[in-house]
């Protein structure tokens, strides 16, 4: 009978958690696609209290990738906040504990591709230094890890940044990015609470867009209103053909 007890009450405690991290993965979606991912250090003060009360592996890797989303904001839009810096060592520390683990450690590779990116984008006289790491990564990351979304996703970030920035082709971008989406779509279901499928979805529509493929970027921006319907953005993103 104490047996049964005790299962009973290790399953309700995985319910509560799953249910929690569920939750916290919905609200985050629903701040990405307002566009306020400016607040989402709330969300990393919010997970910290979370594993000081009981260390979790998913939670420590979802507070990386949420860093990892911060830090991209703010790089991009207050280049000069001192929160960079601190980010960075967090996203830093999150990843060295979390390459400690065997289940995590080919998946931290894709985002070590975007730690090292960041610390040139951060520090511009470090960037061929940088750089190459970053392009090291996201290579291994898909030698290693072919079946992480993760892998492909980052390593499109990186060669739409590169298109964008140094000129070429979306090409690539456009090929990392659709093969990311396929695998989120084969291995999760919960899409509509996934932010991190829906801005794989978005710069897969950029790309197409500063690629000057316009039917293609439309039919991607339409997918995600039909995931994410409230994100109203999108409307003004469209092309009209």
Wanted: hydrophobic share 35%; aromatic share 14%.
């Amino acid at each position: 009978m104490r047996f049964i007890i005790l299962i009973c009450v290790s399953f309700m405690l995985v319910t509560i958690a799953y249910s929690q991290t569920n939750s916290l993965d919905c609200e985050l979606t629903k701040s990405y696609t307002q566009q306020r991912i400016g607040t989402w250090g709330s969300y990393i003060t919010k997970i910290s209290s979370e594993l000081e009360k009981k260390p979790n592996n998913d939670l420590l890797f979802k507070r990386m990738m949420v860093r990892h989303m911060y830090i991209a904001h703010l790089l991009f839009n207050e280049s000069e906040s001192k929160e960079i810096d601190t980010q960075l060592e967090g996203m830093n520390s999150d990843l060295t504990e979390l390459e400690k683990k065997s289940e995590y450690a080919s998946k931290c590779l894709a985002f070590r591709s975007a730690y090292n990116a960041y610390c040139a984008v951060n520090s511009p006289a470090t960037a061929l230094y940088y750089l190459p790491k970053s392009f090291s990564f996201a290579k291994d990351a898909i030698a290693k890890s072919p079946n992480s979304p993760y892998s492909w996703s980052e390593y499109g970030n990186l060669q739409y940044c590169y298109a964008l920035f140094l000129g070429g082709s979306f090409a690539d971008a456009i090929h990392s990015f659709t093969k990311a989406i396929e695998l989120i779509e084969k291995q999760q279901k919960n899409v509509a609470c996934n932010w991190y499928y829906i801005h794989t979805l978005l710069f897969l529509a950029k790309s197409y867009e500063d690629n000057k493929q316009y039917k293609e970027a439309n039919k991607i921006y339409d997918k995600i209103l039909t995931i994410a319907p409230q994100f109203s953005a999108i409307h003004r993103w469209k092309h009209k053909i």
